[in-house]
């Protein structure tokens, strides 16, 4: 029942390999690394519904691009703001809105649960690219990156290009670590219950609503972290960031990985965003292709990569 | 808002509310009988308004592009049917979200392909360009009481295969597809098929004749397929009366909210679900699971 | 005389024109086992169910310890102290018979809102999983998946879950159904020694079994109570034969142990 861990030497090469990359990536490797690690983060928030408790959100941008909008709306036209009031104010929304949405949305189920949640997302989706307040459908810039200091003493500069890397990739082990040791804990192992046979643990005495609500909030608010780090990387928020198209990219990267994995996620990440990128070279037409290979996803590969993995050094025995 | 103001915006809501009954029915059909969650739903929507554009040009005749378009309509969703959906019959409703996502994705940029990212518009047919008078500066376009009245027809003649064939009576019990299989005694297969070929017609239909009021564009197939989920939720899944009274409340919603509340207009819809769901987590016409 | 442990009045579940379960009312003490036996449909499982909070009752109520419970949600009924068995295996596949007893044995510590000390440190819950293995003959299984063991084992595990999860009284559906005669015999003679200190309400179909356990016998047909008692003069009234002999089911009277 512990989140089955890829090889511990795997993840260290992986690490090392991130953080070597800035030093040897050029400029836009760089820049694409960070969306990616922003990606893998938001695809590991999902994972945490839809591999772990059982839940299919497919509305789970919405707490990604709240996040930006609020980062958006605090930061003064012409100062920054502090980190750690940003950082408060857009995890406190997304846990907000994930806690209303999901009050409602964890009583039903299945088919029921994925409209639902995508409803929701939706209603936030126009509300915000309907009113002048939020800019529109043509979003809101952020003009400056939060200033990470103590009283007067800067403790890192953002606005480094370097500084910045790094804080991404702290944040998503942060993550990372967070959910790996929430997974292990009484609470993972009750979500797990929950997604193989609800019914069952909720006989055992286990309220699974209220379960089910709490992962449903901790999902939200690190898909709020992902949101407001990917709004301070391009500076800029837009109803993009919540529609329901970008619900279902971080759910086909989440099970292009591999879910109920938590390497899946991010391998799933980095796959599709180099696939993006090398489609975009080639064509413009690049978005039939990824349909086409988002079918051919759930036709011949519905373990994902981790599931390859995972078959992989039995060498065809099965 | 006066009485003839009110009249004609009831008549928009409920032009606009039977509309998408037509496409939420198949979205539900296909739901209750098939067990398929079909996010590219919409996307045949967007199909049947580019090929009434396309026809119309072609034949200068909505009624001859409409009897053109359907068939080919179909064809695409039986081949779709038979090549992809049909693979995900015992799939969870992950794998038919995530496939059909990847199939919305296909056919809106095939769309782009053949006809390019520009609005266009399909003319109301001449014999039903005409207004009605309601009061001395008022005036109804006879178009959108057309399609009002053919969308009746279209319910009215769904009512009566579900009240009075075999395969509506297994829609109205909820049946499950081993139940249905051993009850109809026919190939299952072909049921789904038949199925979701209707679907798509709906879905297709809708889009034709709503094709003139709505105009044509690029990802029109998304937001009807949202609004059609929305629908389906309130009604109950599976429930063809349900999406019936569920298109009409959110098409009475919608239109009463852009004149009532315009700069929340598109939440209005969505606030509607979430106090039918606070009442009935199942919507109005479904099964308690 | 102390009030009984769980009551039951008027106890009725409709489903549309189907009275399952027709007004019953019952009373259990706080040891004991009180089986319940009746032909097929006459409402056993349905009863299981009313107690257990899986379907809320349609008129009249549960009763526990004093306490109204009724149409509380199962996992409130549990935490109470009423555990359930299933009729239908009802396990974790993929998870290992001790990892599943574990979990049940979490419910009881607690709130398992926890979030940052890992679930196999805690030696009280992985203490009563193995306990409660061993209790039902499974303690040799333990690391073996749910869904590789056979079936009669999972009835065991069944019954290890709940016993894990500490309860006073135990809703046992057919727990013997589909084990062999080794293995059942190991269950009647855990049943036998839970008695003295749980209720436990039993429904099954193998009579040896009830007779062999069975302090209490209640007859349902048709989702009604034909009688309830000791078994010996329950199973010497007319009308019980009557029923069985009617449903072509025998109760195998005269073969129960003297």
Not at chain 1, 116 to 135: C, K, N, R
Not at chain 1, 279 to 301: C, K, N, R, S
Not at chain 2, 31 to 38: C, E, L, T, V
Not at chain 2, 207 to 231: T, W
Request: proline share 5%; glycine share 12%; charged share 15%.
């Amino acid at each position: 029942m512990t989140a089955s861990p890829a090889p511990v030497l795997l993840h260290l090469i992986a690490l090392a390999l991130l953080a070597a990359f800035p030093w040897v990536g050029g400029e836009f490797y760089v820049d694409l690394a960070l969306t990616l690690m922003i990606l893998a983060l938001f695809a590991l928030s999902l994972d945490l519904l839809v591999g772990y408790t059982g839940l299919v959100s497919f509305g789970h941008a919405a707490f990604f691009g709240l996040a930006g909008y609020v980062l958006a709306m605090i930061t003064p036209e012409t100062e920054p703001v502090s980190l750690w009031a940003a950082l408060a104010a857009c995890l406190a929304a997304s846990a907000a809105a994930a806690l209303v949405i999901g009050w409602f949305s964890v009583r039903t189920s299945g088919i029921y649960f994925i409209m639902i949640t995508l409803a929701f997302a939706q209603m936030l989706y126009y509300f915000l690219s309907e009113s002048p307040a939020f800019g529109g459908s043509d979003g809101l810039f952020v003009n400056f990156r939060p200033v990470a200091a103590v009283g007067d003493w800067l403790l890192f500069d953002l606005d480094d290009p370097m500084v910045f890397y790094y804080f991404v990739l702290a944040t998503l082990l942060a993550g990372y670590a967070l959910l790996t040791t929430i997974l292990r804990a009484p609470f993972g192992q009750v979500l797990q219950g929950i997604r193989i046979n609800e019914g069952r643990t909720r006989a055992l005495g286990f309220p699974t609503p209220r379960y089910k609500l709490v992962s449903f909030v901790i999902a939200g608010t690190l898909a709020g972290l992902a949101g407001f780090l990917e709004a301070v990387h391009t500076g800029y928020v837009s109803p993009g960031h919540l529609s329901w198209h970008e619900s279902g990219i971080v759910l086909m990267v989440v099970i292009l990985g591999g879910r109920g994995t938590l390497y899946g996620p991010v391998l799933g990440a980095f796959t599709f965003g180099l696939l993006r990128n090398g489609l975009q070279d080639v064509t413009e037409h690049w978005i039939l292709f990824m349909g086409l290979f988002i079918v051919a996803l759930v036709l011949f590969l519905p373990g994902g990569i981790a599931g390859l993995i995972r078959r992989a050094p039995k060498g065809g025995s099965q | 808002m006066d009485l003839a103001q009110f009249l004609v915006q009831a008549l928009n809501g409920v032009q606009y509310g039977l509309l998408l009954f037509l496409v939420a029915s198949g979205l539900t059909l296909i739901f209750g009988i098939m067990g398929i969650i079909n996010l590219a739903h919409g996307a045949f929507y967007m199909i049947g308004a580019y090929l009434a554009y396309w026809l119309v040009g072609l034949t200068d005749n909505l009624f001859l592009a409409i009897l053109l378009g359907i068939p080919i309509a179909v064809a695409v969703g039986l081949v779709i049917e038979r090549l992809l959906i049909a693979r995900l019959y015992d799939r969870d409703h992950l794998d038919q979200v995530l496939l059909t996502y990847g199939l919305i994705l296909i056919l809106n940029e095939t769309q782009k392909i053949l006809w390019g990212s520009d609005f266009h518009g399909v003319p109301v047919p001449e014999m039903l360009a005409g207004s009605v008078p309601l009061t001395e500066n008022q005036a109804y376009p006879v178009y959108r009481l057309f399609i009002s009245a053919v969308c009746l027809g279209v319910a009215a003649g769904m009512w009566l295969v579900i009240a009075r064939t075999r395969l509506g009576m297994m829609i109205r019990a909820g049946a499950s597809n081993r139940e249905m299989t051993s009850a109809l005694g026919i190939n299952i297969g072909r049921v789904f098929a038949i199925v979701f070929a209707l679907g798509v017609a709906l879905a297709a239909f809708s889009g034709m004749i709503g094709a003139p009021v709505s105009s044509v564009y690029p990802g029109m197939g998304d937001r009807v397929l949202i609004i059609s989920f929305v629908v389906v939720v309130i009604g109950g899944i599976g429930s063809v009366k349900g999406a019936f009274i569920g298109a009409l409340l959110i098409g009475l919603a919608d239109t009463f909210g852009r004149v009532l509340v315009p700069d929340f207009a598109s939440m209005v819809i969505y606030a509607l679900m979430a106090l039918v769901l606070l009442w009935r987590p199942q919507g109005l016409f479904g099964r308690a699971p | 005389m102390s009030a009984p442990l769980l009551k039951t009045y008027a106890l009725t579940k409709r489903f549309g024109a189907l009275v399952a379960v027709d007004a019953v009312d019952l009373a259990y003490d706080r040891s004991g086992v009180h089986a319940v036996i009746g032909p097929n449909g006459a409402g056993k499982t349905t009863l299981i169910n009313l107690l257990s909070g899986d379907l809320p009752p349609s008129s009249g109520g549960v009763i526990f310890r004093g306490q109204a419970v009724t149409g509380a949600p199962p996992d409130r009924i549990s935490r109470l102290g009423i555990g359930r068995s299933y009729q239908k295996t009802n396990l974790y596949p993929s998870l290992t018979a001790e990892q599943s007893c574990r979990l049940a044995a979490r419910s009881r510590r607690g709130s398992a809102m926890r979030f940052f000390r890992p679930a196999h440190r805690d030696r009280q819950t992985g203490e009563a999983a193995v306990r409660a293995l061993d209790m039902v003959g499974l303690a040799e299984r333990r690391t073996v998946p749910c869904g590789a063991l056979s079936h009669g084992e999972q009835r065991q595990l069944e019954l290890a879950m709940i016993l894990a999860t500490k309860p006073d009284v135990l809703l046992l559906d057919e727990p013997l159904a589909g084990m062999g005669r080794d293995e059942s015999d190991r269950i009647i003679a855990l049943l036998g020694q839970l008695a003295r200190d749980h209720t436990i309400i039993l429904v099954e179909h193998d009579m040896d079994a009830v007779f062999a356990v069975a302090d209490e016998l209640t007859v349902m047909v048709q989702g009604r109570i034909l009688d309830s008692g000791p078994p010996g003069r329950v199973r010497s009234n007319p009308a019980v034969q009557d029923a069985y002999l009617g449903a072509g089911d025998g109760l195998g009277a005269g073969d129960g142990p003297s």
